[in-house]
């Protein structure tokens, strides 16, 4: 994914009341994806724009980039963080070395100098968290952030979805639900590789949920060490319950059963033989996103589960039908990015993310 980062900040008073922005856009179409803004507190000039390209860089990794572009009218950080020039302030260090952090994990990253006049949207943004800041009401046709292609406002609940890593069942190609089933040697290196490129995408201490599913238990084990986090276990994560066919392979399951396994697949509110319904699994997992968005607010949670109910989360996602659970490949170790607004708009950043396998 290739995408402009646009950043700025500034400080009345320098120092002074500070605050930075910054902006997303679609090296394509221009198209605005994302913004951020926030005040500082008394700050200088030059912290209040690296903070800004910090926030850039922290969004644009958010969305899953790989290439980026950063836009700013600071010479200063535009010859620092290309490597020209000395970082000599010391304020300016520890953020400087945070971006750099961030920007490693693109597979390209360039600086640009640009005029000031073209960098306004950040600039706007900077002053209007200032402003804020200072206790003035932002206007009401300029919410912060927003997406505004999709219409949603206000800022969302960010949900990392992650699948868990092989297991001898996955590689048999057998229906794994209750069953509980241990990693192989590859799941937990898959586990390992997930988690990496998790910690690269979210706080230090950000809450990872886990299936209480020994093959998810383990998988968000190595997210909760990457990041820093402990795993909170939520049974609403659990896969789907596949009765009398847990450990069958999809033949096996068909030659036992051919007119329910049909009605099963064609239906998603037929449960299988002393199991479960995709309904119910959808039912379920909808609770759990509910009490997520209810405790987080404007947060971001890691999410370690299975298939069944990761699909049920980008269905929500996409506002889609039962059928994208048939039409969506979801490979082990995957890694998938959804947000829920509060104004009940709903964006999916990524899908079926191996990158980190690869």
């Known amino acids: 994914m290739k995408v402009i980062v646009e950043a700025d900040g500034g400080s009345r008073g320098n120092p002074g ?22 005040g500082i507190g008394v700050a200088t000039n030059n912290v209040a724009e690296y903070q800004g390209l910090l926030a850039g860089l922290k969004a644009a990794a958010q969305l899953g980039a790989d290439d980026v572009t950063a836009r700013m009218d600071s010479k200063l950080v535009v010859e620092q963080m290309s490597g020209r020039w000395k970082i000599k302030h010391t304020a300016l260090q520890p953020i400087a070395a945070q971006a750099k952090e961030i920007a490693a994990g693109f597979t390209t990253i360039r600086y640009e100098w640009i005029p ?13 968290a200032m402003d804020a800041q200072a206790g003035k009401a932002p206007r009401a046709d300029k919410p912060v952030p927003a997406t505004q292609w999709t219409g949603a406002t206000d800022t969302p609940t960010r949900l990392l ?35 990496e490129r998790v910690a690269g995408l979210v706080e230090p201490g950000t809450l990872v949920v886990s299936s209480p599913l020994s093959r998810a238990r383990l ?23 596949f009765g009398a066919w847990e450990r069958l392979t999809f033949a096996q399951a068909r030659a036992r ?22 309904d119910a699994v959808h039912q379920r997992v ?43 490949h979801l490979d082990l170790a995957s890694l998938s990015i ?21």
């Open 257 to 278: 059963d051919p007119e329910l396994h049909g009605r099963w697949l064609a239906d998603p509110s037929q449960p299988a033989p002393d199991g479960e319904s995709f």
């Open 17 to 38: 009341p500070a605050g930075y922005g910054a902006l997303v856009r679609d090296a394509a179409t221009g198209e605005v994806l994302v913004e951020r803004a926030e």
């Open 219 to 241: 998988t968000a084990a190595a997210v909760a060490e990457a990041t820093g986090s402990e795993v909170e276990v939520a049974d609403g994560l659990i896969e789907t319950d």
């Open 116 to 128: 000031r006049a073209r960098n306004s949207h950040a600039d706007r943004l900077a002053n209007e």
């Open 286 to 328: 909808r609770r759990v996103r509910d009490d997520l968005l209810a405790r987080l607010g404007a947060g971001t949670a890691v999410l370690v589960s299975h298939v069944t109910p990761i699909k049920s989360l980008l269905r929500m996602g996409l506002d889609a039908g039962p059928s994208l659970l048939f039409r969506l």
């Open 161 to 195: 979805l992650v699948r868990h890593g092989q297991t001898e069942l996955s590689v048999e190609r057998r229906y794994s639900g209750r069953g509980d089933v241990s990693l192989t040697e590859l799941g937990e290196r898959q586990a390992k590789a997930v988690a």
């Open 338 to 358: 959804v947000e829920f607004y509060p104004d009940g708009n709903a964006t999916v950043r990524l899908v079926n993310d191996t990158a980190h396998l690869s």
